[in-house]
């Protein structure tokens, strides 16, 4: 089993929707949890960065931890077509930077205006 | 203030060849980590370090792969020797305190 697994998709939908991004993840030392935003061929933007079971909202964006389901979701709200990337979720047992993140494969998102 | 910069962008070699990444972190920023991208796959950890110091080289290759970073100027990934299966897009990221990372551009390695 993947330390975290993440379903690559693609994922279509239209503008205006809800999307749903999630990660599952095997080790319970996770502590810290990001979701990064890569547009295609450029490096991975940081979106939002949480270390607590429950919801951060950020804007359109509202990154979701439970850590007793070892699950994490990100939702972005009223989407846009300048939203359409790849999202990778990205994760780690201490804020000390001694231990690497692990990240997700990544979910390929398209909304369609 | 600059983000993380990689340079160069895109680089083509053929296989014996060495390849030189390099990468100047944010400003103020002490910790570098180096992390490859293959295709369809996400981003795996090579290696972490401060300045002058390898911290953490878990991920990275045994052989033909080093990396430094010098009290003055960019942290180097060096391959020796690159083969088919060293294309990938490697990506650096910086982080001030080691908690949050920011990464670069990346550079497009292409091995004949």
């Known amino acids: 089993q993947k330390e975290v697994e993440q379903d690559p998709g693609p994922l279509s939908v239209p503008e205006g929707a809800i999307v749903s991004l999630n990660c599952t993840y095997s080790?319970?030392?996770?502590?810290?949890f990001m979701w990064y935003r890569q547009y295609s061929r450029k490096g991975p933007e940081l979106l939002m960065y949480?270390?607590?079971?429950g919801n951060k909202e950020d804007g359109r964006f509202t990154a979701q931890v439970d850590k007793s389901s070892k699950y994490i979701s990100l939702f972005i709200r009223d989407s846009q077509p300048s939203d359409s990337a790849t999202y990778l979720c990205?994760?780690?047992?201490?804020?000390?930077?001694?231990?690497?993140?692990?990240f997700g494969k990544g979910t390929r998102l398209s909304v369609i205006a | 203030n600059a983000g993380v910069m990689q340079n160069p962008r895109h680089l083509v070699r053929r296989r014996g060849q060495e390849a030189r990444l390099r990468c100047s972190p944010m400003?103020?920023?002490?910790?570098v980590y180096w992390y490859r991208q293959l295709p369809e796959e996400g981003l795996k950890f090579m290696v972490y370090?401060?300045?002058?110091?390898?911290?953490?080289e878990s991920g990275m290759p045994k052989e033909r792969f080093s990396a430094e970073f010098p009290k003055e100027g960019p942290s180097i990934l060096r391959i020796q020797q690159v083969v088919r299966g060293d294309s990938a897009a490697y990506f650096c990221?910086?982080?001030?305190?080691?908690?949050?990372?920011?990464f670069g551009p990346g550079t497009r390695l292409t091995v004949l």
């Open positions: 990221a910086s982080s001030p305190t080691g908690d949050t990372q920011y």
């Open positions: 080790n319970s030392a996770f502590q810290y």
């Open positions: 949480t270390y607590s079971s």
């Open positions: 990205a994760m780690s047992s201490t804020n000390s930077g001694n231990t690497p993140l692990v």
């Open positions: 400003k103020g920023h002490s910790h």
């Open positions: 370090l401060q300045k002058e110091n390898i911290i953490d």
